[in-house]
């Protein structure tokens, strides 16, 4: 993982800190109160799409809504709260801050946080529990930097057939950031684990009724402390160089380059290393995929119990085309350029390749700026409408592993790991 310093902006950050006086941040967001911060303020919606069919949007098809320290975003659920990033803030390789996607699993998130009190608790199965203060995290560390996508799990449910359970989110539930802050690593570290100890639990502040019966009030996340991933993991102050927004996780957030967001614990406030596998709901029931190639099954297999299932973990290769978006008719014989980016949970995207004919032939687009493994990486390609009529273009990337985007479908119960080629109509027609 790269690591940068981005002095101006750790600067900047610890100013904020000063002038917040160790008391409550963010007060224009926790001044106006839970309605605030929960329910919408309405909106036009985007487009008309009830199913039972896949979604043919682009992104979902909610009203537009605006919440503290966000642009207008689309609302799929006020409680818990969900936001989903309209397609035109994908132009750029990083997300703005206010366009990030916003998704919280339990409906009684914080509204502010009380950087007087609030510490990061590192304990369980160590030899000194210790706890830091954001200054601490700061100060006392050398700050590492990494680009990376967060995805939901279960961005493009909407694609899914037949449908599944879950937050119908059309593309947008991603964005990628710079991300700084403290390796995970040297905060354990710091407290010393305990030999015998087999895994890393984060809990965040966000609580509330989860599904019936499960004990599922709190959400808790794990991963294996023999997982790679830990390595590259950071726990974040800054989001492209600014303090997160509260409905992202401020003041810190977990950020585990290339695996899903559901571990990107946000207000991240506890970890605990474990003495024995974490058996909690988060954990043992719910983020599971097929243990199959790419996590597809079929309706009926899991309904006969067939399907082992094991923890979501890496995003599969994707790309996009961002534009054109198909809103408005482009002249025959007129060159455009077509613009996108591409990214995977495994490494570097290598390769980008597009498609006029709907697939059946391909060229390679240009790759723009590498800005690490798990970064997005933006691409173009000119291309030219000969003729009036409808052209359907394709795009498909291909990662450092030799992993290539696929034409056909996923499917299991959780609505996740999409990644099917996505495919887009542009109509040329003649010049007036």
Not at 105 to 133: C, R, T, Y
Request: net charge positive; glycine share 12%.
């Amino acid at each position: 993982m790269e690591r940068m310093t981005h002095n101006v902006s750790r600067r900047s950050a610890l100013k904020f800190l000063g002038a917040a006086g160790g008391g409550l941040a963010l007060a224009g967001w926790a001044h106006a109160g839970w309605a605030w911060a929960q329910e919408p303020n309405g909106g036009k919606p985007l487009e008309t799409f009830t199913g039972p069919g896949a979604n043919p949007h682009w992104n979902s098809v909610g009203p537009y809504v605006t919440e503290p320290q966000k642009a207008p975003l689309i609302l799929l659920t006020d409680r818990p709260v969900q936001l989903e990033t309209p397609r035109h803030y994908f132009r750029t390789v990083f997300t703005p801050n206010e366009a990030f996607y916003v998704r919280w699993h339990l409906g009684e998130i914080p509204n502010g946080v009380d950087l007087a009190e609030w510490k990061l608790s590192v304990e369980g199965n160590v030899n000194k529990p210790v706890a830091f203060s954001l200054s601490d995290l700061m100060q006392k560390f050398k700050p590492a930097s990494v680009a990376a996508v967060n995805q939901c799990s279960g961005n493009s449910r909407s694609r899914l057939q037949p449908r599944v359970p879950g937050g119908q989110w059309g593309n947008g539930a991603m964005g990628n950031a710079m991300w700084t802050g403290v390796r995970l690593r040297e905060l354990l570290d710091a407290a010393g684990v305990k030999s015998g100890s087999v895994q890393v639990q984060f809990e965040g502040l966000d609580t509330g009724a989860g599904p019936k019966g499960m004990g599922s009030n709190r959400f808790l996340k794990s991963l294996d402390l023999t997982n790679a991933a830990l390595d590259e993991t950071i726990v974040a102050y800054l989001m492209n160089g600014e303090p997160p927004p509260m409905l992202n996780g401020f003041p810190v957030r977990l950020v585990v380059p290339g695996y899903f967001s559901t571990y990107w614990t946000k207000c991240l406030s506890w970890i605990r290393v474990l003495e024995t596998p974490d058996d909690n709901f988060w954990v043992k029931t719910a983020y599971r995929i097929p243990d199959t190639p790419r996590g597809t099954t079929t309706p009926e297999d899991m309904k006969a119990g067939k399907v082992k299932t094991i923890p979501i973990g890496r995003m599969p290769v994707r790309s996009f085309l961002i534009s054109p978006d198909g809103s408005s008719k482009i002249p025959a014989g007129l060159g455009v350029t077509l613009r996108g980016i591409a990214f995977s949970g495994y490494g570097k995207v290598v390769k980008v390749e597009v498609s006029d004919d709907g697939g059946s032939s391909w060229r390679a687009a240009e790759l723009g700026k590498d800005h690490g493994a798990y970064s997005f990486r933006g691409w173009q390609a000119a291309w030219t409408p000969k003729t009036p009529g409808r052209y359907s273009i394709a795009v498909r990337a291909t990662d450092e592993k030799g992993n290539v985007q696929p034409d056909e479908p996923v499917w299991n119960a959780g609505g996740y790991l999409w990644n099917k080629i996505e495919k887009q109509e542009l109509v040329a027609g003649k010049a007036n």
